[in-house]
């Protein structure tokens, strides 16, 4: 404890409040379930986009947005940083994530390269490392302490070619932004499979840190300085400009010494035998033990130095559902709910922020016990209210502590085909930003002369990426960093958005890509025009008779219970809806388990893995294919991102990843929503559809329905 103290004080700028006495708070574990789905994830888009991910690939770019949309749903503020200057030609952008709290004069830095090399999919080096600080990330979101310091994430690009994004990073930093930063830690290859156990500048406060974690949980390891990796990683941008750093590695091409296989294992050949080669792939490239104590000693590190140690008497407070929508000039309701984690109960006085312009929150009461205390929240919009999804912050003030929830609200727009959004947007420099806007009511495909009319008051519109999301998150560029030191955009785009469904919610991204040039999204509509030519069906199964699904197909399911069947299922309630027991059509579904039994957890998904199958599919060899469903993921706070919902596509080329919704610490109740995905890369083969869920947190509540699957041709 004494030597923690001292850690402590060596790097942080203490906290004078005195008020209430406090408690250390323990660093959590980081999953290394978890951590391995995002391998995975990684091994996927590698396997999707040329076997790899170099910083100038399509491999790359979708890395980028695998960790940027699951920052960006876990509450950070993140930016994709362009690197205009030193990087490769082509190379994709930085990914920079800050955490809401703790003080802006003192930034702990933690980071990873996101690029590989050319040669394999870039598995240990570095997806080991990325996915490790994004499931870090994850984690600071989910248990969302009390932060005394601030923390930001960084993804780097184009390391293997120079360290380059992380220098860009470093040099447009002001000196006051470099001096806020008081420590950086570098995670490049953590898992070497005949690794050792590496901290860079162990010798440093920051190293000493991470020491200090080693040696209280492994007695004996004795990590060592590591020697190989000085000056050849992402850490070494920061100690070139004056920053502390420190960081965990595995070893990449260095031979282990026999005195390191004497007290670490393994053998006298390279730490990583797959060092740059194209046998660096997922899972075969990836010690889970090196991984796990890595996520670990990350956490140990953030925790000791950004993290408020606990108040004497403490709580939290959630919101069930987590989510809802609402007409305009209407209504929504969910409840807010405290739970005692540490001492005596405090009364707690409920706020909401962040609602759209028209809309108000009323609490009933407005202010709860800490010890198991509700209240009814109602969120009361305008028929001017914007259409559109955001996320409404909860604030509950107590007497020795605060805490806070997140609920989004989806405003439904009215229905019809065209919809705007008036409200102000800023745009930041290098920032990204995104406005959104939700069709509804508008039957059928979007249109093939869709209207996008944009609105953007900003100087210089050579600094702007203007691009159209749909609701199924591909990507329309409408303005693509033309018009050089012309100031504000106000056109309206005609964009082809025939392979999409028109309902849904619709986003205009604006990505700012200089410094000294800001502005603000004015308005923006979205005309998808109706229903377009109506797709033809290529297939299509509404579940009501048996087509040849087949459950666990390749004998590999663990789970013991909540199976998927074809059934006609009964409703569960636990905090809510779980099994949904109307279907989307007739009365049969894909269903984990259709009986209810006497208590919500009686037939549910318990055990692991459970997949079905669909019969095989031909597909047309042109047009624009796209598979849908209807599905539900319902889970209960007893969940985490273990557990998952997922649809792949089973091609000639192997097995990719469609869509995964992911589980969370939070009560998810059962609804129905309509994913649409395309597969227009596989025209012309034989394809098959698998659906996926798990239950692999412990003891956790889950259920998963699928109905009106169909493959459909534009």
Not at 22 to 32: Q, R, W
């Amino acid at each position: 404890m004494a030597m923690t103290l001292a850690i402590a004080t060596a790097l942080l700028v203490p906290n004078s409040a005195t008020a209430e006495p406090t408690v250390a708070l323990a660093a959590p574990d980081i999953s290394l379930t978890n951590m391995r789905t995002h391998l995975q994830q990684f091994q996927n888009i590698a396997s999707a986009n040329g076997g790899n991910r170099r910083s100038n690939t399509a491999g790359y770019t979708a890395s980028v947005n695998y960790v940027y949309d699951k920052l960006v749903a876990a509450g950070f503020t993140v930016v994709k940083q362009n690197c205009t200057s030193g990087c490769t030609s082509g190379a994709g952008p930085n990914v920079i994530a800050d955490w809401p709290g703790g003080n802006a004069s003192n930034v702990y830095m933690f980071g990873a390269h996101l690029d590989g090399v050319s040669a394999g999919a870039g598995i240990n080096d570095n997806a080991s490392g990325s996915s490790m600080l994004l499931e870090l990330a994850l984690t600071l979101a989910a248990t969302n302490p009390t932060m005394l310091n601030h923390v930001r994430f960084g993804w780097w690009t184009d390391e293997e070619q120079g360290l380059n994004g992380s220098e860009f990073y470093v040099n447009q930093l002001t000196s006051a932004q470099r001096t806020a930063i008081k420590g950086y830690y570098n995670f490049d290859m953590v898992a070497s499979t005949n690794g050792g156990y590496f901290i860079n500048r162990i010798t440093s406060a920051t190293g000493q840190v991470l020491k200090q974690y080693y040696d209280t949980n492994f007695p004996g390891l004795a990590p060592e300085e590591n020697v190989e990796g000085a000056g050849r990683s992402d850490d070494a941008s920061f100690n070139a400009v004056g920053i502390q750093t420190s960081g965990v590695a595995a070893g990449a091409s260095a031979n282990k010494t026999s005195a390191q296989v004497a007290k670490w294992g393994g053998t006298t050949g390279d730490y990583d035998p797959c060092y740059h080669a194209s046998c660096d792939t997922f899972p075969s490239n990836i010690s889970n033990t090196h991984l796990d104590r890595a996520g670990d000693a990350a956490a140990y590190a953030l925790w000791t130095l950004a993290v408020q140690d606990q108040a004497t008497n403490d709580f939290t407070i959630a919101a069930s559902p987590t989510s809802g929508s609402v007409n305009q000039g209407s209504s929504v309701n969910t409840t807010i709910g405290a739970t005692l984690t540490n001492g005596s109960a405090q009364n707690v006085t409920l706020s909401a922020s962040g609602l759209p312009s028209g809309a108000t929150a009323s609490f009933a009461p407005s202010s709860i016990t800490s010890a198991g205390g509700s209240s009814t929240l109602t969120i009361s919009t305008a028929a001017s209210t914007p259409a559109g999804t955001y996320t409404v912050t909860v604030t509950g003030t107590g007497t020795s502590a605060t805490r806070t929830t997140t609920y989004s609200l989806t405003v439904n727009g009215p229905p019809g085909c065209s919809a705007t959004n008036p409200t102000d947007v800023t745009i930041s420099d290098n920032a990204t930003v995104e406005s959104s806007i939700t069709i509804s009511g508008c039957a059928g495909s979007a249109g093939a002369a869709s209207t996008v009319a944009v609105n953007i008051v900003h100087t210089y519109i050579g600094d702007l990426l203007v691009q159209l999301v749909a609701p199924d998150g591909t990507l329309y560029t409408l303005h693509n960093r033309s018009g050089g030191s012309a100031d504000n955009i106000n056109q309206t785009y005609t964009v082809n958005l025939s392979s999409e469904l028109a309902n849904g919610t619709w986003k205009l991204r604006v990505n700012d890509n200089a410094a000294n040039d800001v502005g603000y999204i004015n308005s923006w509509t979205l005309n998808v025009s109706g229903g377009g030519t109506p797709p033809t069906t290529v297939w299509s199964d509404d579940l009501e008779s048996a087509t040849a699904w087949t459950v666990n197909p390749n004998g590999t399911d663990t789970a013991t219970t909540g199976v998927w069947v074809r059934g006609n299922p009964e409703d569960t309630n636990s905090s809510g809806a779980k099994q949904l027991g109307t279907t989307v059509s007739g009365s049969n579904d894909l269903v984990t388990g259709p009986l209810a039994g006497a208590a919500a957890g009686d037939h549910d998904l318990d055990g692991g893995l459970s997949s079905v199958r669909s019969p095989a599919i031909t597909l047309p060899s042109s047009g624009t294919l796209n598979v849908s469903m209807s599905w539900y993921l319902a889970h209960g706070s007893n969940s985490s991102s273990a557990d998952f919902f997922r649809v792949s596509i089973i091609h000639s080329g192997g097995t990719t990843v469609l869509f995964t919704q992911a589980g969370a610490a939070t009560n998810r109740n059962g609804a129905w929503a309509v994913g649409t995905w395309n597969i227009s890369s596989y025209a012309g083969q034989s394809v098959r559809i698998l659906i996926e869920a798990t239950d692999a947190s412990t003891a956790s509540l889950v259920e998963a329905g699928v109905d009106d699957v169909k493959v459909t041709q534009q």
